[in-house]
């Protein structure tokens, strides 16, 4: 587990702002030594997932198996008003089968949400792996409206299977499903939450889920955000003369937070995958009384890698950061730029929440504001972070203009919570799976 920090600050009055970037990168161990895979594949066969959805599924499904180790553990469930198990928990050895199986399945009634994911939690506890990943990846495009269909209930299951050792992704597909409560158990479940827009991604987002269980190499990681600590106890930036000198002004990205028994916050950033090294951007107010050997916040890194050998390690970093009063105004390029696509997001989300109040107007000004900056930026970052500002600022420019013209639709505002979600959440490969590639 590598970790690197990037610092960016600037002076204001009386003090100064510093951003802080860190990112957190995992090695996957070999392919010999990867950890077991234990899944339960919970699909939505209901009335509404008749003809391309359904098909898109279970294709999409059929090639995640194929690609299992024989030695993995495999279950399957589907669930409509009813459950059935399609197939019991077994190796790819012992279920050739299976993907015919899962194409044969058929649209049935209504969405007994709860149910098949309680079936799916059920199978794979019963197979439970000490050393290896237990999930349990559930696919709908309804509204829970059978068995459990609060979310809280719900989000609460996914929870306390995380608290057993297992963890739950959620999947949406087409315009209807309930984004807010997917996002929800597959944060409290600690998997990731995916949009399907378009039939044709399905396969491609399935595999992703896979690839990413492959090349695991860190899990249950967290950050704790110590303002003022050396990250062993010792008060630091509390200055002499009385006051905090350091104050916490903003977490950037979203994760699961909490406060920990000594006041820090802790943010629960979950697995990390070799491919996607996990961000976190906070920042700070920082006053201009500061001592330069003084850490105005300390990061601390804690996580169980995953080691060659097939084991595992926890490991724990402390990353203080300290700035030297003398020292004058630094841009770094890298930070600004998560930092507009970071506004990019919040965006989004505020687009949509004033959609809510049927404030369209506004949503269309935020959409464009956010654009704009981007455009503005683009110039000045390297050919790949350039190509990327200005994609997001088309991107956003679009959606401005059905928010103009009365246009957005159900499946315009479901694309926009999954790509404000994905970058606030540090899956901004989740994001790029959907993207609307718009051009300038």
């Not at 050895?93 to 049935?108: F, H, S, T, V």
């Not at 098949?116 to 829970?144: K, P, S, Y």
Request: glycine share 10%; aromatic share 4%.
């Amino acid at each position: 587990m590598n970790t690197t920090l990037l610092l960016d600050h600037e002076p204001v009055e009386h003090g100064r702002v510093i951003r802080v970037l860190l990112r957190i990168q995992a090695e996957a161990p070999p392919q010999s030594d990867r950890l077991p895979l234990n899944l339960s594949l919970v699909l939505d066969r209901s009335g509404s997932m008749y003809g391309d959805k359904l098909a898109a599924a279970r294709r999409a499904a059929a090639q995640l198996v194929r690609r299992l180790s024989p030695a993995d553990v495999v279950s399957v469930v589907a669930y409509d008003h009813e459950v059935q198990t399609v197939a019991p928990p077994a190796t790819g050895d012992a279920q050739a089968d299976l993907p015919k199986r899962i194409e044969a399945m058929e649209a049935g009634g209504s969405t007994n949400l709860s149910g098949g994911w309680l079936r799916g939690r059920e199978l794979v506890m019963g197979n439970r792996l000490d050393r290896g990943v237990n999930r349990v990846i559930l696919l709908t495009d309804g509204l829970a409206n059978h068995g459990i269909t609060d979310a809280l209930p719900l989000m609460g299951l996914a929870a306390q299977g995380k608290a057993d050792g297992i963890t739950t992704t959620t999947v949406g597909f087409g315009q209807n499903y309930d984004e807010r409560l997917l996002r929800g158990m597959a944060d409290a479940g600690g998997g990731n939450a995916y949009y399907i827009e378009t039939t044709d991604q399905a396969s491609a987002i399935f595999a992703d889920e896979l690839q990413g269980l492959l090349e695991l190499g860190a899990q249950n990681v967290a950050v704790e955000v110590e303002v003022g600590s050396t990250g062993d106890g010792a008060e630091g930036a509390a200055g002499a003369a009385g006051g905090a000198t350091a104050e916490l002004v903003a977490v950037h990205h979203e994760y699961p937070s909490s406060q920990t028994a000594d006041g820090h916050l802790r943010l629960e950033l979950g697995d990390i995958y070799a491919r996607e090294p996990k961000p976190l951007l906070v920042e700070l107010l920082v006053r201009d009384d500061v001592a330069a050997d003084v850490p105005v916040v300390t990061l601390v890194v804690t996580g169980d890698v995953l080691l060659g050998d097939g084991g595992m390690e926890h490991r724990r970093i402390t990353l203080p950061v300290t700035v030297a009063a003398s020292e004058g105004a630094r841009i770094e390029p890298e930070v600004r730029h998560e930092l507009l696509l970071l506004g990019a997001a919040r965006a989004r989300k505020s687009a949509l929440e004033q959609q809510d109040n049927g404030n369209y107007d506004g949503a269309a000004s935020t959409l464009r504001d956010a654009g704009r900056r981007l455009r503005a930026m683009a110039p000045f970052a390297g050919e790949a972070k350039a190509a990327e500002a200005l994609e997001e600022a088309a991107d956003l420019e679009a959606l401005a203009t059905s928010y103009d013209q009365r246009s957005v639709t159900a499946a315009d505002a479901k694309y926009m919570y999954q790509r404000s979600y994905s970058r606030m959440s540090g899956r901004q490969k989740k994001a790029e799976l959907i993207r609307r590639l718009r051009g300038d």
